[in-house]
């Protein structure tokens, strides 16, 4: 996609840098990169036919978010999120996410409340699928990616641009999808969005808040175990890689 551009150009100057960061995003999200992996400028600008400044702007942009980290003896890795990160990101996300929840329940038009209604029971089939299928990394992304749109709608449909411009800026659902990623977590229930989506869909926006709160929070203490074990694990692994590198 990249090579399709001019270089040199004014326009493609200012739109590799944001090429750069989608597509190395994406490569995050897909699973290639998993948490605590190495990760290179000089091979991604490679790969992505580019030069190394519009990637290292991404690796910029990829850090200011969390997702990426630079530590010494170790270089640029995928981050690895501590018991705190997960807590605050799962904190800030049920604040946006529930305040999405309230302003749907009184402001969606009954068109879009009947559009998330059918795109949960897609994402509810697509889960069912994907539990049957937990090594299928294309059906993995597949669900995620709906899940990114289902809840990112949510918020397009309560009507405020700031409030969707925070949850995009804290990427608080990107932060969920990369969590979902790393193993051991708890089935969903059966019609686990539909039922959110029927409950914000009502006039009650109380209700509506309790319920995307609970459905923030759910496989929370999941998540913290799964990253407990991955952390040790790779932490572990460095320690030995660097033994034997300087034993050499």
Known sequence: MARRLKDGSKSSMQA???????????????????????ISRRQLAAELGMSMVPVSEAFQRLTQEGLIESKPQVGTRIRIPTETDIRDRFVIREALESQSARLFSERASMAERRELRESAEELDALYLQRDSNPDNSSLVFQV?????????????????????????????????????????????????HRDLIAAISATDQTAADAAMRAHVQYGLEATIQSMRKLSIEIESSWRIGRRNSTRK
């Open 16 to 38: 590799l840098p944001e090429l750069a960061y989608r597509a190395i995003r994406e490569q995050i999200l897909s699973g290639r990169f998993r948490m605590g992996a190495p």
């Open 144 to 192: 995620n990616s709906h899940h990114l749109r289902l809840h990112t709608r949510i918020s397009e449909c309560s009507g405020t641009i700031a409030l969707c411009q925070m949850i995009e800026t804290n990427a608080v659902l990107i932060f969920n999808w990369l969590f979902d990623l790393i193993g051991e977590q708890p089935p969903i229930p059966p019609h686990f």
